[in-house]
């Protein structure tokens, strides 16, 4: 998949997490490649709650269509030293074969994603998620940020969907499929 498409499959995987947290549809700020601000970081996707509190979650999305994007970003300053990094929830939204378990960094999820819009949890725990200590100053200035484009009368970035349905697949139709794609 393009990054373009993983954008789509990581959106899916925020609402999913933010939803996993009970925050509505209408209290949950979601964009993507939110541009450039002052902050280090910009995250593919980035999920935040409307009321914005340290105790609300967030989540941040990492999309990588290639190993070498992949272990690049593994090497970022926020990535190295997770405190300051964004995100109380962290992912990465991958093709299959992108990364191995042991190169993802601890607490993030690993999702794998194929063609025909299967996604695999292949790191980490469904609905077990570690809590991440945050940079909140930087999760503000990127809500104010985002907050101020939507104030001007612009719309939050909402992704293409894909052609076809995302849906959860379980470790024997991932092997499966897996399988299929190595040969």
């Not at 509505?24 to 009321?51: C, F, Q, V």
């Not at 939050?156 to 139709?173: G, W, Y």
Request: aromatic fraction near 14%; charged fraction near 30%; proline fraction near 6%.
């Amino acid at each position: 998949m393009t990054h373009s498409e993983l954008i789509s499959v990581g959106w899916f995987i925020a609402e999913f997490i933010m939803r996993q947290h009970l925050v509505g549809e209408s209290d949950r700020l979601i964009t993507y490649e939110p541009g450039m601000t002052s902050l280090p970081e910009s995250p593919d996707i980035i999920a935040l709650s409307k009321k914005f509190r340290l105790k609300e979650p967030s989540v941040v999305v990492e999309c990588k269509a290639t190993r070498t994007d992949f272990l690049k970003d593994r090497k970022k300053p926020f990535r190295i030293y997770p405190d300051k990094g964004m995100g109380l929830y962290r992912a990465y939204v991958t093709n299959p074969g992108i990364a191995m378990e042991s190169e993802v960094p601890e607490g993030w999820l690993l999702y794998e994603v194929f063609e025909d819009g299967a996604l695999y949890l292949k790191h980490g725990e469904q609905g077990n998620f570690y809590e991440f200590a945050r940079n909140s100053e930087a999760e503000f200035i990127m809500y104010r940020y985002i907050q101020h484009w939507l104030d001007k009368g612009y719309e939050a970035k909402i992704p293409e969907p894909l052609d076809v349905p995302i849906h959860f697949i379980d470790r024997t139709e991932y092997m499966e499929k897996f399988r299929k794609e190595v040969e």
